[in-house]
């Protein structure tokens, strides 16, 4: 939204960014964890593949000929200590990009197969299934 996103609020944008990297530079510190190095996760194929998927999905983006380095100096900000923190704690960073489309887990619940809510309908907004696949469950 700071970068290349219009219709947005970008002043709220810029205060949610601050408070987030602000938070991970403090949980870095608190677990006494440098800035780590990585490579990069969001290569330019992949930031094309992701600004289409924007695109796709309604998204209005801004023509910024410095669009690429602007996101990548905002990444360098806050990605170096979420690096070392996702290394510390041993979890992996998500891509940018699912390679597999599956609900987020607040859409689902261990539950769900005890209780088998109703499987909500598809909508135009929705991936389209590959064909013969099913959707992959949560669990």
């Known amino acids: 939204m700071i970068v290349g996103l219009e219709g947005w609020c970008v002043r709220q944008a810029e205060l949610t960014f ?3 990297r602000h938070a991970v530079v403090d949980l870095a510190q608190v677990f006494s964890t440098p800035p780590g ?18 695109a796709s999905g309604g998204m209005r983006l801004k023509a910024r ?14 990605e170096p200590y979420v690096i070392a923190l996702a290394r510390y704690l041993a ?10 489309e599956r609900p987020d887990n607040w ?3 261990a539950w769900d197969r005890v209780v088998r809510l109703p499987a ?16 992959e469950e949560h669990f």
């Open 65 to 78: 000929p410095d669009f690429a380095e602007r996101l990548a100096e905002l990444r360098r900000m806050y």
């Open 18 to 20: 601050a408070m987030a």
């Open 120 to 135: 909500r309908e598809p909508t135009p907004a929705d991936p389209p299934l590959r064909r013969g696949s099913e959707p």
């Open 107 to 109: 859409q689902t619940s």
């Open 37 to 54: 190095t990585a490579e990069d996760r969001l290569p330019p194929a992949e930031l094309e593949r992701l600004r289409a998927r924007l």
């Open 91 to 100: 979890l992996p960073l998500p891509p940018w990009i699912r390679a597999v």
